[in-house]
């Protein structure tokens, strides 16, 4: 029994312990899940299925060492987070693109997930804290966690930054208001350090989207314009640097004998559990109030009478078509700022066309994301740019009648 015991029980905590470092490179690798994810699925032109399959594999390797390692080592934890990170991405972007799944429905089926995950930590563990992950158990719960908050926030970024139109730049500002707020309610008022960690964990995946989004994304498209790869090098590079670091001073190690109060009193825990239903009912009057608002913004702007795209689609059908002139002429310099163009256009539409017929603009998008793929890989073939530019148009043309 003894044996068995100790075949689950982990000596030393398997996380970082919270400094400045943490939430740094948490952010930076928010911020590569986002631009990799898409470096991969369009610059290298694998597409957004094998994309998954190939990230999926490569998580789940890394966790099997993170799981096999007995106290918290920087690089594999932080290639973890950072695999976790671009799985996360897409297993959203799959069901949004892939599945045409609404985000308003993958925000409210990760929110009731990652509920349900703290309920039977909490039921299991009688704690949350991450200072204490020590065990087999309180890792999975862990890492399951995580997962799903990378789901979430990726959910939440598209559904205000995209569908909703608050784009990239200003809901990354939202989003270091809230943490801000956050941060002033446990230094003077209170709140609970583990509540206050998990919002924060919950809100960088958002943050570090909306400003991989805002660099990468070119200049017409409200972002800096450096690109995916350039983001993605960036990125990668600070990363390292930062593993590099705490693997040498070990300044977010858990020492040895070191322990960590987790215990509450009853009195306590009520405290806890009034401040989680507060903070609670604030974000769902705060976030319904702010999605309703604007979606009634963008009704208001919509013609009532227009209960299709007919006649909506005619210049995403000039700018292909005449993408596709530029590829017969093997100009494909041209044909990337075609690109550019239809991207930024189709982006800033989003909101009123996707009002008018969801199910209609999701089809387009995604023969959108097909065209982009193929026109931003190294090495472009002009048979397939040519079949995925014609294919877009025919459900262009065909929805635009």
């Known amino acids: 029994m003894k044996d068995n015991q100790s075949k689950w029980k982990i000596s030393l905590n398997k996380v970082p312990e919270l400094t400045i470092f943490f939430w740094i490179i948490k952010v930076l690798c928010t911020t590569v899940g986002e631009t990799f994810a898409d470096f991969i699925n369009f610059n290298l ?22 799981f096999r390692t007995t106290k918290y080592v920087p690089g594999i934890y932080w290639l973890t987070v950072v695999l976790i990170s671009v799985f996360g991405t897409l297993v959203t972007d799959n069901l949004t693109d892939g599945m045409a799944v609404p985000l308003e429905l993958s925000t409210v089926v990760f929110s009731v997930l990652l509920g349900l995950t703290f309920l039977f930590w909490y039921l299991s563990e009688k704690t949350l804290s991450i200072h204490s992950i020590h065990t087999r158990k309180r890792e999975v719960f862990y890492w399951l966690t995580i997962l799903f908050t990378f789901a979430l926030g ?35 008022f209170k709140l609970d350090g583990i509540l206050s960690f998990w919002i924060a964990y919950i809100l960088t995946r958002p943050l570090g989207a909306s400003l991989g989004d805002y660099l990468s994304q070119p200049k017409n498209n409200g972002g800096l314009g450096l690109g995916t790869t350039v983001t993605s090098a ?29 215990n509450q009193t009853m009195e306590g825990k009520k405290n806890v559990f009034k401040q989680t239903i507060a903070v609670l009912c604030l974000f769902l009057v705060v976030g319904i109030g702010g999605y309703v608002w604007r979606n009634d913004k963008i009704a208001a702007q919509t013609d009532s009478a227009q209960t299709t ?8 059908a000039k700018i292909e078509s005449d993408m596709l002139n530029k590829v017969n002429s093997k100009d494909f310099t041209s044909a990337k700022k075609e690109a550019d163009d239809l991207e930024h256009q189709w982006d800033t539409s989003e909101p009123k066309l996707r009002k008018i017929d969801g199910t209609s603009w999701t089809k387009i998008d995604g023969t959108i994301d097909v065209v982009l793929a193929a026109v931003r890989t190294s090495n472009p073939d002009v048979n397939h740019f040519k079949t995925a530019l014609n294919n877009s148009l025919n459900v262009i043309n065909k929805v635009n009648k």
Not at 161 to 185: D, H, K, P, R
Not at 235 to 244: G, N
Not at 309 to 316: H, K, V
């Open 154 to 188: 990726t959910a939440v970024g598209d559904l205000y930054s995209e569908q909703l139109g608050f784009g990239y730049l200003n809901t990354g500002i939202i989003v270091v208001i809230i943490i801000a707020c956050v941060f002033l309610a446990w230094k003077f």
């Open 309 to 316: 795209l007919s006649g909506q689609l005619t210049d995403f």
């Open 234 to 262: 960036i990125f990668l590079i600070a990363i390292l640097a930062i593993i590099i670091f705490l693997a040498v001073t070990k300044i977010d190690t858990t020492q040895k004998g070191q322990t960590v109060a987790t």
């Open 45 to 66: 032109g694998l597409g957004l299925t094998i994309t998954t399959v190939i990230m999926g594999i490569a998580f789940f390797i890394v966790l099997f060492f993170q």
